[in-house]
């Protein structure tokens, strides 16, 4: 990966919607050589996705809690664990952690109480699951912006 393709990359990341026009000229490449260059990032995998930054509270899930999970550290358990994990929308984001906790994840729901219904119902449920602490975003400081790319 030259400095080029690093470039392409931080200005995909701040805008995924450029047409191949527009960041050529902000590359300093003719359109076809550019396109090439982002194709083959894709390919590769270092261009994952393209998908939209939505407002969460725009879509009633504007109470964001991140909640630290400890789940029996055997492998049915994790397993069983991270398969629920992953179908349960009001769960944005899921990490296992070395250490303790075991798992971060960020959840999204309307409200304080949708929260407590999510945590009695859903998260104190899960399989293997023996502590949860939950953490109430107050405020965005800084929003993902992608990762540094040089």
Do not use: H
């Not at 400890?70 to 629920?84: G, I, M």
């Not at 104190?124 to 992608?146: D, F």
């Amino acid at each position: 990966m030259d400095a080029i393709d690093r470039r392409i990359l931080r200005e995909l990341q701040a805008d995924g919607r450029l047409t191949n026009q527009e960041l050529a000229a902000r590359v300093g490449l003719t359109p076809s050589p550019c396109l090439r260059r982002v194709r083959q990032l894709e390919e590769g995998g270092v261009i994952q996705s393209y998908r939209a930054v939505v407002a969460p509270a725009a879509v009633g899930r504007g109470f964001e809690v991140f909640t630290s999970v400890e789940v029996r550290r055997d492998r049915a358990s994790v397993a069983a664990f991270e398969e629920q994990v992953k179908a349960i929308p009001d769960i944005v984001e899921a990490y296992r952690l070395y250490g303790a906790p075991g798992c971060l994840l960020r959840i999204a729901v309307a409200d304080s109480d949708a929260y407590e219904r999510f945590w009695t119902e859903q998260l104190i449920a899960l399989p293997g699951v023996s502590e949860v602490n939950s953490q109430m975003i107050m405020k965005r400081i800084k929003e993902p912006q992608g990762v540094p790319v040089g």
